[in-house]
Nanobody, 116 residues
Framework: QVQLVESGGGLVQAGGSLRLSCAAS????????MGWFRQAPGKEREFVAA????????YYADSVKGRFTISRDNAKNTVYLQMNSLKPEDTAVYYC?????????WGQGTQVTVSS
């Protein structure tokens, strides 16, 4: 079982950058594929990015390709999401989880707000 705590969100102007962190506990983290997901008001939660257990394979939603980078440091039990060239449509609460996500592991997420 993995417990996750997201951080790093905030308010940023369009074109700016943020780096999100996801701190994990549990031995399963180092051998689990991980992902970032987001949910905007009035919309369903959607997939953003994923990374294999080794960090060697990544996958991104078309909407963020070329702008976001997912990475992980298994020694620190942490996964990151570097977000560049942010757009107002990126505004959402961002969550990390295993990929595919486990319903029992959703945390509180971290709010990202991009102003125009």
């Amino acid at each position: 079982q993995v417990q996750l705590v997201e951080s790093g969100g905030g308010l940023v102007q369009a074109g700016g950058s943020l780096r999100l962190s996801c701190a994990a506990s549990g031995r399963t983290f180092s051998r689990s594929a991980m992902g970032w997901f987001r949910q905007a008001p009035g919309k369903e939660r959607e997939f953003v990015a994923a990374i294999s257990w080794s960090g060697g394979v990544t996958y991104y939603a078309d909407s963020v390709k070329g702008r976001f980078t997912i990475s992980r440091d298994n020694a620190k039990n942490t996964v990151y999401l570097q977000m560049n060239s942010l757009k107002p449509e990126d505004t959402a609460v961002y969550y990390c989880n295993a990929n595919p996500p486990k319903s029992s592991s959703w945390g509180q997420g971290t709010q990202v707000t991009v102003s125009s």
